[in-house]
Protein backbone atom coordinates (compact mmCIF):
# COMPACT_ATOMS: atom_id res chain seq x y z
CA UNK A 1 0.00 0.00 0.00
CA UNK A 2 1.29 3.74 -0.97
CA UNK A 3 0.80 4.64 2.58
CA UNK A 4 4.01 2.69 4.01
CA UNK A 5 7.08 2.97 2.81
CA UNK A 6 10.36 1.32 3.38
CA UNK A 7 13.97 2.64 2.14
CA UNK A 8 15.97 0.96 1.06
CA UNK A 9 14.37 -1.43 -0.67
CA UNK A 10 17.32 -3.44 -1.11
CA UNK A 11 21.02 -3.10 0.93
CA UNK A 12 24.63 -4.85 0.93
CA UNK A 13 26.89 -3.85 4.16
CA UNK A 14 30.09 -5.57 5.79
CA UNK A 15 29.95 -7.49 9.09
CA UNK A 16 30.35 -4.24 11.85
CA UNK A 17 28.86 -1.56 9.92
CA UNK A 18 25.98 0.23 11.29
CA UNK A 19 22.78 0.11 9.39
CA UNK A 20 19.28 1.91 9.28
CA UNK A 21 16.07 0.77 7.83
CA UNK A 22 13.57 3.73 6.96
CA UNK A 23 10.00 3.42 7.73
CA UNK A 24 7.36 5.67 6.88
CA UNK A 25 3.51 5.87 7.40
CA UNK A 26 1.08 8.49 6.27
CA UNK A 27 -1.59 7.46 8.75
CA UNK A 28 -0.92 8.27 11.43
CA UNK A 29 -1.86 4.91 12.97
CA UNK A 30 -0.53 4.57 16.34
CA UNK A 31 1.05 0.65 16.12
CA UNK A 32 4.04 0.13 14.74
CA UNK A 33 6.35 -2.86 13.85
CA UNK A 34 9.39 -4.30 12.58
CA UNK A 35 9.45 -7.93 11.71
CA UNK A 36 12.30 -9.93 9.69
CA UNK A 37 11.58 -12.75 7.89
CA UNK A 38 13.52 -15.71 7.15
CA UNK A 39 13.55 -19.42 5.65
CA UNK A 40 12.00 -21.45 8.38
CA UNK A 41 11.23 -18.78 10.38
CA UNK A 42 8.34 -16.63 9.50
CA UNK A 43 7.50 -13.74 10.26
CA UNK A 44 9.41 -12.62 13.82
CA UNK A 45 8.58 -9.03 15.54
CA UNK A 46 12.00 -7.32 16.76
CA UNK A 47 10.47 -4.48 17.81
CA UNK A 48 6.78 -2.74 17.98
CA UNK A 49 5.68 0.91 18.99
CA UNK A 50 2.35 1.76 20.68
CA UNK A 51 2.82 5.84 19.84
CA UNK A 52 5.42 8.08 19.82
CA UNK A 53 8.43 7.70 22.55
CA UNK A 54 6.87 4.16 23.30
CA UNK A 55 8.57 1.11 22.15
CA UNK A 56 9.19 -2.17 23.16
CA UNK A 57 11.04 -5.78 22.31
CA UNK A 58 9.56 -8.36 20.61
CA UNK A 59 10.69 -12.36 19.98
CA UNK A 60 14.21 -11.00 18.73
CA UNK A 61 15.42 -7.77 19.35
CA UNK A 62 19.25 -8.35 20.42
CA UNK A 63 21.28 -6.27 17.95
CA UNK A 64 18.77 -3.96 16.87
CA UNK A 65 17.41 -0.20 18.00
CA UNK A 66 14.50 1.61 17.48
CA UNK A 67 13.15 4.98 17.57
CA UNK A 68 9.87 6.49 17.40
CA UNK A 69 10.13 10.68 18.17
CA UNK A 70 7.18 11.07 15.80
CA UNK A 71 4.19 9.40 15.10
CA UNK A 72 4.88 8.31 11.17
CA UNK A 73 8.49 7.08 11.08
CA UNK A 74 9.79 4.08 13.19
CA UNK A 75 13.60 3.47 11.70
CA UNK A 76 15.32 0.23 12.66
CA UNK A 77 18.93 0.68 13.11
CA UNK A 78 21.35 -2.71 13.22
CA UNK A 79 23.83 -0.93 15.72
CA UNK A 80 26.70 -3.50 14.33
CA UNK A 81 25.67 -5.67 11.63
CA UNK A 82 26.32 -9.41 11.87
CA UNK A 83 25.62 -12.26 9.17
CA UNK A 84 22.67 -13.70 11.24
CA UNK A 85 21.28 -10.32 10.33
CA UNK A 86 21.17 -11.06 6.58
CA UNK A 87 17.17 -11.44 6.12
CA UNK A 88 14.04 -9.49 5.06
CA UNK A 89 12.54 -7.00 6.93
CA UNK A 90 9.21 -5.85 7.11
CA UNK A 91 7.37 -2.85 8.68
CA UNK A 92 4.01 -2.83 9.21
CA UNK A 93 1.49 -0.65 11.14
CA UNK A 94 -1.94 -1.11 12.50
CA UNK A 95 -4.74 0.87 14.33
CA UNK A 96 -7.49 -1.73 14.46
CA UNK A 97 -8.07 -4.69 12.05
CA UNK A 98 -4.94 -6.37 10.13
CA UNK A 99 -1.46 -4.86 9.64
CA UNK A 100 -0.48 -3.30 6.92
CA UNK A 101 2.77 -3.94 5.81
CA UNK A 102 5.64 -1.92 3.62
CA UNK A 103 7.24 -3.60 0.73
CA UNK A 104 10.07 -4.81 2.97
CA UNK A 105 13.74 -3.97 2.74
CA UNK A 106 16.01 -6.75 1.63
CA UNK A 107 19.19 -6.50 3.35
CA UNK A 108 22.64 -8.60 3.09
CA UNK A 109 25.36 -8.51 5.05
CA UNK A 110 28.82 -9.48 3.96
CA UNK B 1 5.14 -17.35 25.07
CA UNK B 2 2.00 -17.74 22.69
CA UNK B 3 2.39 -20.66 19.82
CA UNK B 4 1.08 -20.39 16.85
CA UNK B 5 1.27 -24.02 14.69
CA UNK B 6 0.23 -24.12 10.93
CA UNK B 7 0.65 -27.06 8.82
CA UNK B 8 1.39 -28.24 5.99
CA UNK B 9 4.74 -25.74 5.41
CA UNK B 10 3.83 -26.82 1.93
CA UNK B 11 1.24 -27.78 -0.83
CA UNK B 12 1.62 -28.73 -4.65
CA UNK B 13 -1.91 -28.94 -5.95
CA UNK B 14 -3.33 -29.31 -9.37
CA UNK B 15 -5.04 -26.29 -10.59
CA UNK B 16 -8.89 -26.81 -10.14
CA UNK B 17 -8.39 -28.79 -6.38
CA UNK B 18 -8.68 -27.44 -3.45
CA UNK B 19 -6.73 -26.30 -0.88
CA UNK B 20 -6.87 -26.10 3.06
CA UNK B 21 -4.64 -24.68 5.54
CA UNK B 22 -4.86 -25.58 9.19
CA UNK B 23 -3.56 -23.14 12.14
CA UNK B 24 -3.52 -23.79 15.86
CA UNK B 25 -2.65 -21.77 19.06
CA UNK B 26 -1.13 -22.83 22.21
CA UNK B 27 -3.38 -20.05 23.53
CA UNK B 28 -7.00 -18.74 23.30
CA UNK B 29 -6.75 -16.01 20.91
CA UNK B 30 -9.09 -12.66 21.11
CA UNK B 31 -8.78 -12.69 17.40
CA UNK B 32 -7.14 -14.54 14.51
CA UNK B 33 -5.86 -12.56 11.23
CA UNK B 34 -5.29 -14.57 7.54
CA UNK B 35 -2.38 -12.80 5.54
CA UNK B 36 -1.56 -13.70 1.81
CA UNK B 37 2.33 -12.97 0.20
CA UNK B 38 2.97 -13.55 -3.32
CA UNK B 39 6.57 -14.12 -4.25
CA UNK B 40 8.84 -11.49 -3.78
CA UNK B 41 5.85 -9.31 -2.05
CA UNK B 42 4.72 -8.43 1.27
CA UNK B 43 1.94 -10.23 3.31
CA UNK B 44 -1.21 -8.68 2.47
CA UNK B 45 -4.08 -8.78 5.03
CA UNK B 46 -7.07 -10.70 4.15
CA UNK B 47 -9.17 -10.99 6.82
CA UNK B 48 -9.80 -11.12 11.07
CA UNK B 49 -12.19 -13.33 12.31
CA UNK B 50 -13.63 -12.34 16.26
CA UNK B 51 -16.03 -14.33 17.22
CA UNK B 52 -16.31 -18.41 18.35
CA UNK B 53 -17.34 -20.76 15.74
CA UNK B 54 -17.47 -17.29 12.79
CA UNK B 55 -16.74 -18.57 9.25
CA UNK B 56 -16.65 -16.11 6.80
CA UNK B 57 -16.11 -16.27 3.25
CA UNK B 58 -14.34 -14.47 0.09
CA UNK B 59 -15.61 -15.70 -3.02
CA UNK B 60 -13.72 -19.34 -3.29
CA UNK B 61 -12.01 -18.09 0.01
CA UNK B 62 -13.34 -19.93 3.43
CA UNK B 63 -11.76 -18.78 6.54
CA UNK B 64 -12.98 -20.68 10.19
CA UNK B 65 -12.35 -19.67 13.62
CA UNK B 66 -12.53 -22.63 15.70
CA UNK B 67 -15.26 -22.84 18.95
CA UNK B 68 -12.57 -22.59 21.53
CA UNK B 69 -10.85 -19.80 19.81
CA UNK B 70 -7.67 -21.78 19.09
CA UNK B 71 -7.59 -23.03 15.97
CA UNK B 72 -8.72 -21.41 12.13
CA UNK B 73 -8.66 -22.81 8.68
CA UNK B 74 -8.58 -20.89 5.36
CA UNK B 75 -9.94 -23.30 2.31
CA UNK B 76 -9.52 -22.35 -1.37
CA UNK B 77 -12.22 -24.03 -3.38
CA UNK B 78 -11.22 -24.49 -7.30
CA UNK B 79 -7.48 -23.32 -7.19
CA UNK B 80 -6.33 -20.95 -9.98
CA UNK B 81 -2.61 -20.33 -10.71
CA UNK B 82 -3.53 -16.29 -8.89
CA UNK B 83 -3.61 -18.28 -5.77
CA UNK B 84 -0.06 -19.29 -5.92
CA UNK B 85 1.52 -17.61 -2.28
CA UNK B 86 2.38 -17.91 0.85
CA UNK B 87 -0.57 -18.03 3.54
CA UNK B 88 0.20 -16.95 6.79
CA UNK B 89 -2.57 -16.95 9.77
CA UNK B 90 -1.59 -14.28 12.72
CA UNK B 91 -3.42 -15.37 16.44
CA UNK B 92 -3.87 -11.84 18.41
CA UNK B 93 -4.24 -13.20 22.26
CA UNK B 94 -5.62 -9.47 23.44
CA UNK B 95 -3.49 -6.99 22.25
CA UNK B 96 -2.07 -5.50 18.88
CA UNK B 97 1.79 -6.15 20.05
CA UNK B 98 0.98 -9.59 20.86
CA UNK B 99 -0.09 -11.03 17.32
CA UNK B 100 1.99 -13.79 16.68
CA UNK B 101 2.23 -15.51 13.04
CA UNK B 102 2.84 -19.10 12.10
CA UNK B 103 5.46 -20.38 9.72
CA UNK B 104 3.19 -20.46 6.50
CA UNK B 105 1.71 -22.38 3.90
CA UNK B 106 3.45 -22.16 0.57
CA UNK B 107 1.24 -22.96 -1.88
CA UNK B 108 1.92 -23.94 -5.46
CA UNK B 109 -0.46 -24.51 -8.17
CA UNK B 110 0.21 -26.34 -11.53
CA UNK B 111 -1.48 -25.64 -14.71
Known amino acids: DAGITQSPRYKITETGRQVTLMCHQTWSHSYMFWYRQDLGHGLRLIYYSAAADITDKGEVPDGYVVSRSKTENFPLTLESATRSQTSVYFC?????????FGSGTRLTVV | GQQVMQIPQYQHVQEGEDFTTYCNSS?????IQWYKQRPGGHPVFLIQ?????EVKKQKRLTFQFGEAKKNSSLHITATQTTDVGTYFC???????????FGIGTKLQVIP
Open chain 2, 49 to 53: LVKSG
Open chain 1, 92 to 100: ASNQGGGYT
Open chain 2, 27 to 31: TTLSN
Open chain 2, 90 to 100: AGDSGGYQKVT
